[in-house]
């Protein structure tokens, strides 16, 4: 799929019947600011079935059923930040996650 910026495509695909749009437009929030130079685009997929699953570029990094869970912030920017940006530091959310 060709982007009008460069950079990869994240989607957070989400269980409308859980009402978890909350959570999936706060987490896209968040990627955004943290990674607008990054980020070509943060897609809100509707879907239903308990799913809460993030991907960038059709490539899963997080999926609630196989991981038991919402990611917590942090991790969740760590993830992303691992294929977007590996070099940069995520500042205090890479030092809490290294004690």
């Not at 982007?3 to 269980?15: A, F, S, T, V």
Request: hydrophobic letters at 40%; a negative charge.
């Amino acid at each position: 799929m060709a982007h009008d910026r460069g950079g990869p495509r994240l989607e957070i695909k989400y269980c409308t019947q859980c009402r978890w749009l909350l959570r999936a437009a706060w987490m896209a929030q968040e990627l955004l600011m943290t990674f607008e130079a990054e980020l070509a685009e943060v897609a809100l997929v509707p879907a239903t079935g308990g799913v809460f699953r993030i991907s960038i570029d059709d490539d899963q990094i997080w999926d609630r059923a196989e991981q038991g869970g919402f990611p917590e912030l942090s991790r969740l920017k760590q993830l992303v930040r691992d294929r977007v940006a590996p070099e940069r530091d995520l500042g205090h959310s890479d030092r809490r996650a290294q004690r």
